[in-house]
């Protein structure tokens, strides 16, 4: 475990974070937002890939479960990030997500689907509705923490 965490564990952390900031440019977020919002999708691809390492499951509870928690994790912190910055949420949600979209299983969908193999292609279609699935219900989720947190703050 240590081993993972301190070569391919950081590893990962760093290339989420300069994937999520790269995003962010794309979108055209302000500025003054990259830096934080690239620490919020780093920690999200690294709960995820932390999950995706330690849960004895199968392939597919470990990909719904460590989205699940990673969403959870992108918009509890999204909504910390967007009161400290006093800023809207969505633009520290919408960059850090793209480290967990599953655009991998989608192009295997469809290369599949093109190549003769349906069956393949409807496993990994299934994946990918998982994983959608599971992405929204953590942003609601971390949504009624959020209200929560600001409830009891209140």
């Known amino acids: 475990m240590l081993h993972w965490l301190l070569t391919n564990g950081l590893l ?3 290339l989420a974070y300069l994937a999520t900031a790269g995003f962010g440019v794309l979108l055209n977020i302000p500025r ?3 830096n934080l919002s690239g ?3 780093a920690a999200g691809w690294f709960t995820y890939e932390l999950l995706y390492y330690l849960l004895p499951a199968s392939i597919d509870v470990k990909l719904a479960v460590g989205n699940l ?18 800023m809207p949420m969505i ?9 967990l979209v599953p655009g991998g299983q989608s192009y295997r969908v469809v290369r599949n689907l093109v190549t003769g ?7 990994y279609l299934g994946q990918v509705v998982i994983i959608a699935g599971v ?13 929560l947190a600001w409830q009891l703050i209140r």
């Open 39 to 41: 620490w919020v999708g």
């Open 135 to 147: 992405i929204a219900i953590g942003f609601l989720i971390a949504e009624f923490f959020n209200r």
């Open 32 to 34: 003054r937002a990259l």
């Open 12 to 14: 990962q952390l760093a």
């Open 117 to 123: 193999h349906p069956n393949v292609a409807y496993q």
């Open 69 to 86: 928690i990673a969403a959870v994790v992108i918009g509890v912190a999204s909504g910390m990030a967007a009161h400290y910055k006093q």
């Open 91 to 99: 633009i520290f949600n919408i960059p850090s997500l793209v480290p």
